[in-house]
């Protein structure tokens, strides 16, 4: 690897680059995504809903608290508002759903850049080392394959490692994608079962 480092050019510079940046984003969405805010939306309805029928909507709120995913915190900013109406509570909901959105994201639009990005960077290495390949055959006059062969090597080890980047990127975005979409369900799943709870049942018991 070292060797085809050196071999391929300043345009392997760049392609570590993209190797560094997207083994952090890939870290860092592998505990955020499957780790940190992993939840079972319908279990902790169920839980949610028990604990404000036997302790209120304080104990609500304070088992969101100690629950660590958008959904929770969805369902933390209605329980907020939970005496101030239908449309306060689903008000409160867009917006939170919106600051969710933006963490689950996070990161995301990066990958899609990266998995986009490296192949061209590889495809610059394949042109820069022909250049050097027909350049080498200017200078000598003739083509021998000891005076082509530091060129090409340039070229084919660029094109590899673009693609050798790009590839588990592109398919480890399309995997992240399919969890932001899943939690964004949840969202709208714990969303509309709260909001729809508390209006049928907390409400009216209130009054």
């Known amino acids: 690897m070292v060797r085809e480092f050196a071999i391929g050019g300043g345009v392997m510079w760049f392609l570590l680059i993209c190797i560094i940046l997207g083994l952090a984003i890939i870290l860092e969405r592998l505990y955020s995504l499957l780790i940190k805010i992993r939840l079972n939306p319908k279990s902790f309805m169920e839980r949610l809903i028990s604990t404000i029928d036997a302790q209120g909507v304080d104990a ?8 660590s995913s958008p959904a929770a915190k969805i369902a933390k900013a209605i329980l907020e508002k939970a005496d101030k109406g239908k449309d306060a509570m689903e008000e409160v909901a867009t917006r939170s759903a919106a600051v969710e959105l933006a ?12 998995t986009t990005v490296a192949p061209f960077l ?6 820069t080392g022909m250049i050097r390949a027909f350049a080498a055959i200017a200078a000598a006059g003739e083509v021998e394959p000891t005076i082509v062969a530091s060129g090409i090597s340039e070229a084919l080890i660029t094109t590899k490692w673009g693609l050798l980047i790009a590839t588990p990127l592109a398919i480890l975005h399309i995997l992240f994608s399919g969890k932001v979409d899943g939690y964004t369900r949840d969202m709208e799943e714990v969303a509309a079962g709260l909001i729809d709870y ?3 049942h907390y409400q009216k018991r209130k009054k």
């Open 103 to 114: 963490f689950l994201d996070r990161g995301m639009a990066l990958l899609a850049g990266l």
């Open 198 to 200: 508390l209006i049928e």
């Open 60 to 67: 609500g709120i304070a088992l969101c608290d100690q629950t």
């Open 122 to 127: 590889g495809f610059l290495g394949t042109v």
